[in-house]
C-alpha cells in the first residue's frame, strides 16, 4: 500500500535523525581527543581535527598503570553488581506480585516510599562509614544507592503481575512444586525481557558511577575508571588555578581540552564497544520471553 510504504519512510527518516542527533555528539568528542589544543581554542570543536595530536592520550598513559588497575576495578564491580542487584530486585519484587503474601501492599508501599525520600548524603554516608565500615573498600562501589533501586523492584514486581500468567502457577502447585523452585524453574525464564532490561540498566549505572567513589573512597588502589579520570581532572584544574608560578607552568604544558574528550573516550568507548555482543540477548531477551499457549 503506498500509504504503508510513505508511513515507513516517514519513519525511517525520523529515526535516521535522532540517530545522527546521538552519534554526532560522540564524533565530535572523538575528533576532539585528537586535536591539538590550541586548534580547539582558535577554530572550536570540528567533526575531522585540524591539527591531529596525540598529546591528551599520551599525557594519559603516563598514568597507564594506573588506569589499567582502575578498569579492572570497574569490571569488577559492573559484574558483582549487576548479578547481584538482578537477584536482590528478583527475590524482592517476586513476593510482592503474589496476592497470597501478607501484608504485600504495605511492603510494596515501603519500596515506593524510598523513592521519593531517603535520609540524605551526611546520614547515609554515616551509616555506611560507621556502621556497615565500607569506606575504602570494594563495596563502598557496589551497594551504596546502586545495589537496590525502587523504581526497579516496583518495574518488575508489575512485570510478574501482568506477564506470569496465575494458572501456571496453580498448575505447579498442583504438581508439588515449592515456592523456590516455581521461582527459578518457571518465572525467571518467563521473565527474560525484564531481566535484560533491567540488567542493562544496572550496568550502564555501575561503569558510569563516580559519585560512590568521590565520597567513599580515598584509598588509591580502590579507585574505579570514572573516579580516577574525575580526580585527574580536578588535579589538573587545581594546577591551572593555582597561583604558584612552577604549578602554572605545568599546568600550561597539560592539554586541558583535548584530554577532557580524551577522558570521556576512555570512559565511553569500552562499554560502546561490548554493547553490539550483548544486544543480541538483550533483543533475544525481549522477543522469546513471552508466555506461549
Do not use: H
Amino acid at each position: 500500500m503506498p500509504s504503508n510504504k510513505l508511513y515507513q519512510w516517514i519513519i525511517n527518516l525520523v529515526m535516521l535523525a535522532f540517530s545522527a542527533f546521538c552519534i554526532f555528539p560522540f564524533l565530535v568528542l572523538i575528533s576532539a581527543s585528537f586535536t591539538d589544543d590550541m586548534e580547539i581554542t582558535r577554530n572550536g570543536y570540528s567533526f575531522i581535527p585540524k591539527d591531529i595530536s596525540f598529546a591528551a592520550y599520551g599525557y594519559l598513559l603516563n598514568d597507564a598503570a594506573n588506569i589499567a588497575r582502575a578498569y579492572g576495578i570497574t569490571i569488577l564491580i559492573t559484574l558483582i553488581g549487576t548479578v547481584a542487584g538482578l537477584i536482590l530486585i528478583a527475590l524482592l519484587a517476586y513476593p510482592l506480585s503474589r496476592k497470597e503474601m501478607p501484608f504485600r501492599n504495605v511492603l510494596a508501599f515501603y519500596v515506593f516510599f524510598t523513592m521519593l525520600f531517603n535520609g540524605g548524603l551526611v546520614p547515609t554516608y554515616l551509616v555506611y562509614t560507621n556502621m556497615f565500615d565500607v569506606k575504602n573498600t570494594i563495596w563502598a562501589l557496589i551497594i551504596p544507592g546502586l545495589l537496590l533501586n525502587g523504581f526497579y523492584v516496583i518495574l518488575m514486581r508489575t512485570f510478574f503481575s501482568t506477564s506470569i500468567p496465575g494458572a501456571i502457577i496453580e498448575s505447579a502447585y498442583i504438581d508439588g512444586a515449592k515456592e523456590l523452585r516455581i521461582f527459578t524453574s518457571i518465572v525467571l525464564p518467563l521473565s527474560t525481557p525484564v531481566l535484560a532490561t533491567i540488567g542493562l540498566f544496572l550496568t550502564i549505572g555501575y561503569w558510569n558511577d563516580w559519585f560512590n567513589g568521590l565520597i567513599y573512597v580515598t584509598d588509591k588502589q580502590y579507585y574505579s575508571l570514572q573516579n580516577l579520570l574525575n580526580r585527574i581532572l580536578l588535579d589538573v584544574q587545581f594546577l591551572q588555578n593555582s597561583q604558584d608560578g612552577i604549578s602554572s607552568e605545568l599546568a600550561a604544558n597539560i592539554p586541558l581540552k583535548s584530554m577532557r574528550m580524551a577522558m570521556a573516550a576512555i570512559g565511553a568507548i569500552p562499554i560502546i564497544a561490548a554493547y553490539p555482543f550483548f544486544q543480541k540477548y538483550f533483543i533475544k531477551g525481549i522477543t522469546v520471553g513471552a508466555v506461549k499457549g
